[in-house]
């Protein structure tokens, strides 16, 4: 099943704003992950962050996890182009074995 | 550079008939997991494997099977193609189980007339 869900399901932005999405997931979790997939490609790891992280930078990525409302944001600052693509977070349950994936963020950055 | 790769990329089949994806790693990882991508669906597990001999069921296994007899590949097989399986397939692995990110191969879109 579905553990995590992204939220808004499509976002259009201009060249150097910055996109924020979120993620809501329902049961406990190890930690939560967010992967890029470019249309026609499979999907990319972009950032892990553990369940006793709260904030975790890769570049222009800002991840921040809430464990107490069960939610993530992944931000990207001065978005690009070459950003648009689909964004879905991904979680391990602590009793999990493969990792849930939720329906993605669309995003759509214009020059 | 180790990698993971799918064939074929693109299938047209007919319902009824035997399906085989091909999904062949190279980072020596013991994980592998077959999702499906479908529109308003997201990603979902379809089977995975933690090693040689190994293989499990996912959310979605009815009408497909694996097999692992080798660490490097984890073949997808349609019994009996129906057009409920016209799906564009991923393979991914991993190194940890449970913990770890997933490597994905590039897919394979499989439309079944």
């Known amino acids: 099943s579905q553990q995590g869900e992204e939220d808004p399901q499509a976002l259009s932005i201009q060249e150097g704003e910055n996109a924020t999405m979120n993620c809501s997931y329902k049961?406990?979790?190890?930690?939560l992950q967010w992967y890029r997939q470019n249309s026609g490609r499979g999907l990319v790891h972009l950032i892990l962050i553990r369940s006793n992280e709260r904030e975790k930078h890769s570049g222009r990525l800002r991840v921040t996890l809430d464990t107490s409302k069960k939610s993530s944001s992944l931000l990207i600052t001065a978005s690009r182009a070459a950003d648009t693509a689909s964004y879905f977070c991904?979680?391990?349950?602590?009793?999990?074995?493969?990792?849930?994936f939720g329906k993605g963020t669309s995003l759509l950055v214009t020059p | 550079d180790a990698e993971i790769t799918q064939s074929p990329r693109h299938k047209i089949t007919e319902t009824g008939r035997q399906v085989t994806l091909a999904c062949h790693q190279t980072w020596n990882h013991n994980n592998m997991f077959w999702y499906r991508q479908d529109l308003g669906h997201g990603l979902r597990l379809i089977h995975y494997?933690?090693?040689?001999?190994?293989?499990n069921k996912g959310e979605v296994s009815d009408g497909y099977s694996v097999s692992r007899s080798n660490t490097e590949d984890l073949p997808l097989t349609l019994e009996s193609a129906a057009s409920s399986q016209t799906s564009v397939y991923f393979c991914?692995?991993?190194?940890?189980?449970?913990?770890?990110?997933?490597?994905f191969g590039e897919g394979s879109r499989l439309t079944v007339l």
């Open positions: 991904a979680t391990y349950s602590n009793s999990g074995y493969a990792l849930n």
């Open positions: 049961t406990s979790i190890n930690n």
């Open positions: 494997s933690y090693g040689v001999q190994d293989t």
């Open positions: 991914a692995s991993s190194v940890d189980s449970g913990i770890g990110e997933l490597f």
